[in-house]
């Protein structure tokens, strides 16, 4: 790595981390107040628990062994054995870049699980899950590992981040069950003007995501760069006229929607894609998940916040379209082209194997996971906890002391 | 004595306090309401859900007059407080048994 590259990686790292607390703020502006503190303390436990977790553990199971071809790490950089002495810099500067994504990504499991998850339970599950599901998915897209040496492609995540996310978040919220009185009572956003300033801060933290992903300050973090741009407005541009078309209003929240569905569908294509490839896939992402979040109401699965519909749906939907609109002239590193570039249908089978492994393996741990932590400490709040609200049950605090007589 | 009581649309605050005022209230006492009447609610959309929200946010004023003043100041509130479309709101009026202005111990007319 040249010092361009350094510098706009470290950059994009702390820009991804700004991506937490924007997450916290989309989703707790979304929950009801009574549990705005709850969703904002799951996020922030993320940003605690995996840094620590990462410089041990985390990191080797990740990249330790990377181009072997594997299932998971070796323990070469257990403990960052291995990575020190390191004068260039390049080995913490991809580590550091790699733990924001590890932050992050079940920080977005939150938002399913959202008004009735025991905390207790969320800071075993977090830890767990980073280490048996997070590191291997990682291993075998990012590290070289089996997913990558299959030709599978996933630029920024849209497998080991998205689709991970969406499918762990289906597991845990299978087990935990619906909120009690849901769907019949009305839950809705407390505050969107929280939820409006966390969808800013993703949007702008992507570029860091997306764009610092080519790790290198160069013409391929520039299309990535456009390209995010171009699909998070095209998403929230569609998702809007879907929704004024079908329901009749054009709303916040589903703008603010529909701009985190075409980022989410982008992550996977971005260095990957060009010319107006992003406006498709943004476009197509921002009306897909819009019908995609319906599925809870038939399907009966409480969804609080919509991951799945968004995150599995929309990460699924960028990796299998970046099979059409794959360009070796945009990135040397894709061998075989889109359908659509006349590269047959070889990347999208691949991209097909990865998504249904990336999945598989995800929605597996996870209900395992979560089945051995409600056996033991329980996943749910009792009814009454939930009725009064989890910021006062279970942290002792109040999101808004708005009539105080003091 | 009586207690005049008005449920009304919370823009028109300001123009029925002005009304009143000027029909001879000496003081009254405004709380913000939730409710519902023959306006019903009104439907919010998140997501494609639509949630019914049945109570609509309303104003209410107390207000304790003599029984002469009620009349006029009814007349003015209600004037006021007018749009001629659904959910302006009600107005009642209830007898008074008694009133101390807590400060001086006056009773009666002379603590209104």
């Known amino acids: 790595m040249d010092s361009g590259a350094i510098a706009w990686v470290l950059v994009s790292s702390a820009l991804v981390l700004f991506m937490t607390p924007g997450l916290a703020l989309f989703y707790g502006g979304m929950t009801r107040s009574k549990n705005v503190l709850n969703m904002l303390n799951m996020n922030l436990y993320c940003m605690a628990v995996i840094p620590v977790l990462w410089v041990v553990l985390g990191y080797t199971l990740a990249f330790g062994g990377s181009g072997d071809g594997g299932w998971i790490g070796n323990l070469d950089f257990v403990g960052l054995k291995d990575v020190f002495p390191d004068p260039t810099g390049e080995t913490i500067v991809f580590s550091v870049f790699q733990l924001t994504f590890a932050v992050i990504t079940p920080a977005l499991i939150s938002g399913a699980v959202a ?3 025991k905390f207790s339970a969320w800071a075993v599950f977090v830890p767990v899950w980073a280490l048996l599901v997070y590191s291997p998915i990682a291993h075998w897209v990012f590290a070289g590992g089996w997913l990558a040496d299959l030709g599978a492609l ?3 995540g849209g497998a080991v981040v998205h689709m991970n996310a969406g499918a762990a978040a289906l597991a845990v919220i299978l087990l935990l069950g619906k909120r009690h009185g849901w769907p019949n009572t009305p839950m809705p956003p407390h505050n969107l003007t929280m939820t409006m300033l966390g969808t800013g801060i993703l949007f702008f933290g992507w570029f860091g995501f997306n764009a610092g992903s080519a790790l290198a300050a160069d013409g391929i973090a520039a299309v990535a760069f456009l390209n995010t741009f171009v699909a998070a407005a095209a998403g929230g541009l569609v998702w809007t006229a879907v929704e004024w078309f079908k329901d ?8 603010c929607s529909g701009i985190v569905a075409g980022l989410v569908a982008i992550t ?5 894609v060009g010319g107006l490839a992003p406006l498709a896939i943004g476009a197509g992402a921002g009306m897909l998940c819009f019908f995609a979040i319906q599925m809870k109401y038939r399907f009966g699965y409480d969804d609080s916040l919509d991951v799945v519909g968004v995150h599995l749906v929309g990460g699924l939907f960028g990796s299998l379209v970046l099979g059409l609109f794959a360009d070796s002239a945009v990135n040397p590193l894709v061998v075989d082209e889109g ?5 047959g249908v070889t990347l999208l089978i691949d991209q097909a194997i990865a998504a249904a492994a990336t999945i598989g393996f995800a929605f597996v741990v996870t209900m395992l996971i979560a089945k051995a932590i409600d056996a033991t400490i329980g996943l749910r709040v009792s009814e009454s906890e939930e009725q009064q609200g989890l910021d006062l049950t279970l942290h002792a605090e109040a999101g808004y002391n708005l009539a ?3 | 004595m009586k207690q005049i009581t008005a449920v009304i649309k919370p823009f028109k605050l300001d123009d029925v306090k002005t009304a009143m005022k000027g029909a001879g209230v000496q003081g009254m006492t405004v709380t913000e309401v939730k409710g519902f009447g023959r306006q019903g609610g009104h439907t919010e959309v998140y997501r494609g859900a639509e949630y019914q929200v049945d109570l609509v946010p309303k104003v209410r004023l107390d207000a304790v007059v003599d029984d002469g003043d009620v009349a006029a100041i009814l007349e003015a509130l209600i004037a006021a407080a007018a749009t001629g479309e ?3 709101g009600k107005v009642w009026v209830t007898d008074v ?6 400060r001086t111990g006056e009773k009666g007319t002379d603590a209104v």
């Open chain 2, 97 to 102: 048994q008694e009133i101390t202005r807590i």
């Open chain 1, 115 to 117: 008004d009735r998850l």
């Open chain 1, 268 to 272: 996977p294509c971005a260095g990957f």
């Open chain 1, 404 to 406: 105080d007589h003091s």
């Open chain 2, 86 to 88: 659904i959910g302006d």
């Open chain 1, 248 to 255: 009749g209003h054009p709303t916040t929240l589903g703008v």
């Open chain 1, 154 to 156: 996933d630029f920024a």
């Open chain 1, 339 to 343: 359908l659509f570039l006349g590269g």
